[in-house]
Every structure is written in structure tokens, then in C-alpha cells.
């Protein structure tokens, strides 16, 4: 199957108490926990192609300690890309991920609750900050999904493109960890609300899944978060990243 358009591939590493694990629907209760080290994890993901690295503090969203000892050693010995989430509540938070060496933070729950201080990160990173933008159909949710924050998934994505946002994470919580496919149709919808570059998560479990992202989105989509597929087998890292590479010029 040759791909309708090239995708770059970020592979995920959730992490919780120094452990790579994946969570079903975002719910902290339904955790499956995977042997390896969370660096070794990323090392293998840079062997088999990967430039970007998507790397998730668990305990730092849902408010439960913090992972950066492990985020740190992933930026320093994976030779990867790191874009990293999850706990990012203040400046300060935004630049320890940025002096432990992260190449993009991703900022989600402050952006509703906090909005003056999600400015503030924005104002001192720069291109470097992306919007995670994680929602049950049209309402946001925070705080590792685990509330909901009363605002309208759209008014959000705008409010982000107004501040300068270069990036967005979008993610629909109904698919996350399910295996049942991108929301190619919100993906779409979300792409062309404004100028930003979208990342799309949650859902994949086989190339069908991200070929039919492919086909379904505008070329604003143009990254896609894997992650438990990955870990359970169901797609191929190096597989996926050559199926949807750029051809040379």
C-alpha cells in the first residue's frame, strides 16, 4: 500500500514511577506495565528510524511525584527528538523539561486553568511549546484527563493559534489505548480550525489505522503518536516510519 502523503512517526513512552506503561482511555486504573528500560525504549526507537520521541510524565499529570530523572536520561542518551507532557503547572516546570533537555514541551491542562501562566511559557519558549489539546468528543478535558474542564474543544484550538502556537497535540480520549483507529474525521475537523501543525494521537493498532489518517486529514496532520501498538506488536516501527516517509527529491 504506498501512502496517500508522507507522516512522521513519534513513538510514545508513557511514563509512571520510572516504568514504561500505557494506560486504556487515559484511566490510571487500567495501566499495563512493559518490561525495559524507558531509555532503552527510546534507543530502540531511534534504531529503527525514529527522529521524534513522545514522552509522557504520568505522575506528573495526575499530580502523583514526577519522572524527570527518567525524561532527563532519555534527552541525553537517545539521540531523539523529545517532546514531552504531563505535569508542566508552572514556568518552572516548563523549564526543568527544557534544561533537562527537551527539544518541545507540551502544555495542556494550564492552558484552561491557568491561562496567564501558559502565556508566560509561550512568551519564554517560543516554537518550542505545543498545545496538547486532549477531548471526549467536543469538551476538553485536564489534569490527565481526569476532570472536565468546561471548555469547547475548539474555542481552545483557537485560543492557542491566536497566542502564536506553532503546534498542537490532539488527542481523543474515546481512542486512546483502544486500538480503534485515529478520529480522522475530529483530526480533520480540528486541522482546519487554523494555521497550526497537528500531531494526532491515540488509537492506532495497525498501518491501516494511519494510512487511513493519511487519506482523511489535510496536510496540516502531519505527525502521529504511537504508542501501545507499538508495544503489544501490532505495527512496526521501522515498518510504518519507510511506509510513510518523505520520497527523496
Known amino acids: 500500500m ?6 512522521e512517526i513519534v513513538p510514545a513512552i508513557d511514563l509512571r514511577g520510572g516504568r514504561c ?3 486504556l482511555y487515559g484511566d490510571p486504573t487500567q ?19 525514529a527522529r521524534t ?5 504520568l505522575d506528573g499529570a495526575f499530580g502523583t511525584g514526577e519522572n524527570l530523572a ?3 536520561a532519555i534527552c541525553a542518551g537517545s539521540g531523539a527528538r523529545v517532546q514531552t507532557g504531563g505535569g508542566i503547572r508552572t514556568l518552572a516546570d516548563a523549564n526543568a523539561r527544557i534544561a533537562a533537555g527537551a527539544d518541545a514541551i507540551v502544555i495542556g ?6 491561562p496567564d501562566v501558559a502565556r508566560a511559557i509561550v512568551d519564554a519558549h517560543g516554537a ?3 498545545g496538547g489539546v486532549d477531548a471526549r468528543g467536543g469538551a476538553v478535558a485536564v489534569r490527565g484527563w481526569l476532570e472536565g474542564a468546561g471548555r469547547d474543544r475548539d474555542e481552545v484550538v483557537r485560543e492557542l493559534g491566536r497566542w502564536g502556537v506553532e503546534r498542537i497535540v490532539y488527542t481523543e480520549i474515546a481512542r486512546d489505548g483502544a486500538g480503534t483507529g485515529y478520529d480522522v474525521a475530529a483530526l480533520a475537523h480540528v486541522g482546519a480550525l487554523t494555521a497550526m501543525r497537528v500531531t494526532a494521537s491515540g488509537g492506532a493498532k495497525s498501518l491501516a489505522d494511519l494510512h487511513a489518517l493519511a487519506r482523511g486529514t489535510g496536510p496540516s496532520v502531519d505527525r502521529a503518536i504511537v504508542g501501545r501498538a507499538i508495544y503489544e506488536g501490532t505495527i512496526d516501527v521501522a515498518e510504518a516510519i519507510a511506509a510513510f516517509a518523505r520520497p527523496p527529491r
Do not use: N
Not at 520521541?53 to 510524565?57: E, G, L
Open 2 to 7: 504506498i501512502a496517500a502523503r508522507p507522516l
Open 21 to 23: 506503561v500505557r494506560l
Open 31 to 49: 495501566e499495563t506495565r512493559y518490561d525495559g528500560d524507558p531509555l532503552d525504549r527510546a534507543r530502540a526507537f531511534v534504531a529503527a528510524g
Open 53 to 57: 520521541i513522545h514522552v509522557v510524565d
Open 70 to 72: 527518567a525524561i532527563r
Open 109 to 114: 491542562t494550564i492552558v484552561v486553568e491557568a
Open 128 to 130: 518550542r511549546v505545543v
